[in-house]
């Protein structure tokens, strides 16, 4: 499993915890310290939506110009921003063999694990 994310996010700390207390092994992509892979990140796009993939709730977003926030109309131009800025990509992505899972959710988690979907 791959865990994608910002370490200092505190819902990626929740996710990270969550997923040692259930004694299951994952890798950890930081996008602040190992980047952003653009062909993950437009699989995650084609398969969550750009609506979902771009966090439009956190702080990152809320400081951007309303010019800049006008401007992403599409999938093509939230990749773009994602890119410039990886804060701006939902946290975190869990990549499992199962199924991937975006945002953490310990019930959706749990119900994942309990189908075997994880691990």
């Known amino acids: 499993m791959k865990l994608y994310g910002i370490a200092n996010c505190d819902t990626v700390k929740k996710a990270r915890r969550w997923l040692d207390d259930a004694g299951l092994a994952y890798d950890f992509h930081n996008y602040k310290k190992d980047g952003v892979d653009e062909e993950r990140l437009r699989a995650f796009v084609e398969e969550f939506g750009w609506g979902t993939v771009l966090n439009r709730k956190g702080t990152t977003w809320r400081k951007q110009p309303d010019e800049v926030k006008d401007a992403v109309t ?6 773009q921003l994602m890119l ?4 701006m990509i939902k946290r975190p992505i869990l990549e499992a063999r199962g199924r991937n899972l975006i945002g953490f959710d310990e019930t959706g988690w749990e119900i994942a694990l309990e189908a075997g979907e994880l691990g």
Not at 74 to 79: H, K, N, S, W
Not at 84 to 87: G, N
């Open 74 to 79: 599409d999938a093509e131009t939230a990749v």
């Open 84 to 87: 410039a800025e990886p804060s």
